[in-house]
Nanobody, 122 residues
């Protein structure tokens, strides 16, 4: 059974940084795609970053390119989302998701974490 646990959310001022972590357990040894999504109240879930654990290829949404970085530590079964230059519009609940299908930034993943809240305000 796949389990995904996010952490690292919080409140920061505009221009600040946060690093989110997603600890994954129960994933098959074969290649997986793990993504970060966010959802603000009243808005659709948005895919912002993804990584293919087999080849290491990464994907970033245009809205976060140049500010966010996705990375993984395979030894710790952990996926990270480094967020710099945060803006008020980045405020949302952030989720990680996993599947053995390369959904990339599409919210069609099979397994989801509970989410961690990120709030950016002055």
């Amino acid at each position: 059974q796949v389990q995904l646990v996010e952490s690292g959310g919080g409140s920061v001022q505009p221009g600040g940084s946060l690093r989110l972590a997603c600890v994954a357990s129960g994933l098959a040894d074969s290649s997986n795609c793990i993504g970060w999504f966010r959802q603000a109240p009243g808005k659709e879930r948005e895919g912002i970053a993804a990584i293919n654990t087999g080849g290491g290829r990464t994907y970033l949404a245009d809205s976060v390119k140049g500010r966010f970085t996705i990375s993984k530590d395979s030894a710790k079964n952990t996926l990270y989302l480094q967020m710099n230059g945060l803006k008020p519009e980045d405020t949302a609940m952030y989720y990680c998701a996993a599947d053995n299908v390369d959904w990339v930034l599409r919210p069609l993943y099979k397994d989801w974490g509970q989410g961690t809240q990120v709030t950016v305000s002055s």
